[in-house]
């Protein structure tokens, strides 16, 4: 935890952070970080090979930040070369291709890679992460939907953008508040503030949408057996409608899950003596 914290230049106004990218190859960290500070965009694929580095400095309130930026290889061959950067770092972008469920879904993966890593002393609690959804701009290509990224980030106490490396859109808006909370971090002495890591809602609610959206069917969704009476068939459907009216919950695909329970509900008793 205490190694999370940066070093401070002794004017004290000015600061030097350590950022990282994470994420499967070919989602865009490279060009996101290059869109930010370049203001350009490259067509063309080039695999970063193991890490770049770069520095940019940043303002942030009245205080300029020093950023070292460790740009990673997502490409698997090259984790013996990233696994070295995971310490010392109190900022990571953690970036998946909306068009890539794959990518989405070897987030988990990402993070328990950076986990073991830092090793049984590492906390990663008092990480600011950044989940970029990126590749918006493709929208027909799109597989993981705005509510999905979302949930599964702010259910973790992570910020959460929609970008396009491509376009430029989102990228600003995410760098500024990820920086902004960073430097929230180190003038909270090394520990994340407990306002940005509560999300919200509960982890049964972040948990049940996800089961929602992934039911095969009706009975599924209800959680409940196939044949099940009228009375059981309502009691599920109660116990869900408390947990995600939207009267009561904000998670991310609330609305949505809280519908398509109605609907299940409504076609199960239809056939239901
Ligand atoms: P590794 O370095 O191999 O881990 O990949 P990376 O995640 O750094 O990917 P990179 O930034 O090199 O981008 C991969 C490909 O996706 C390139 O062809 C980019 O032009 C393209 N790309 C990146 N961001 C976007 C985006 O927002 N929209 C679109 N359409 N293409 C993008
Ligand atoms: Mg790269």
């Known amino acids: 935890m205490e190694a ?16 990282i990218s994470m994420g499967n190859a070919e989602v865009g960290k490279s060009c996101i970080i290059k869109r930010y ?13 193991g890490i770049d580095y770069g520095v940019t400095k940043v303002q942030v309130r009245d205080r300029e930040i020093k950023v070292n930026i460790f740009d990673m290889a997502g490409h698997p061959f090259f984790y013996e ?14 970036v998946y291709d909306v068009g890539q469920k794959d990518s989405f879904d070897a987030l988990d993966a990402w993070l328990a890679e950076m986990k073991q890593e830092l090793g049984p002393q590492g906390n990663m609690d008092n990480i600011i992460f950044v989940v970029c959804a990126n ?6 290509h799109r597989c993981v ?8 980030a702010e259910n973790k106490g992570f910020l959460y953008f929609e970008t396009s490396a491509q376009t430029g859109e989102g990228i600003n808006e995410m760098f500024q508040t990820f ?22 809602f509960t982890k049964e609610q972040a948990d049940t949408i996800r089961r929602i959206r992934n039911s095969k069917d009706s009975w599924d969704m209800l959680g409940v057996k196939p044949g099940t009476s009228r009375e059981e068939v309502n009691k599920a459907y109660r116990k869900l409608a408390v947990l995600l009216h939207p009267d009561k919950c904000v998670a991310p695909g609330s609305e949505d899950a ?14 239901i003596k």
Request: net charge positive; hydrophobic share 35%.
């Open 4 to 19: 999370n914290i940066p070093k401070r230049k002794e004017t004290g106004k000015s600061l030097r952070i350590k950022v």
């Open 37 to 49: 500070c370049e203001k350009r965009f490259v067509s063309k694929y080039l695999a970063t090979i």
């Open 81 to 94: 070369v990233r696994n070295e950067f995971y310490k010392d770092t109190q900022g990571v972008l953690l």
């Open 135 to 140: 590749k918006i701009d493709c929208a027909k």
């Open 145 to 152: 939907d705005e509510s999905e990224g979302r949930l599964w």
């Open 179 to 200: 920086y902004v909370s960073i430097v929230d971090l180190c003038d909270n002495g090394g520990k994340r503030p407990t306002t940005s890591s509560s999300a919200g």
């Open 258 to 271: 809280f519908k398509a329970v109605v609907n299940a509900r409504t076609a199960l008793l239809k056939n």
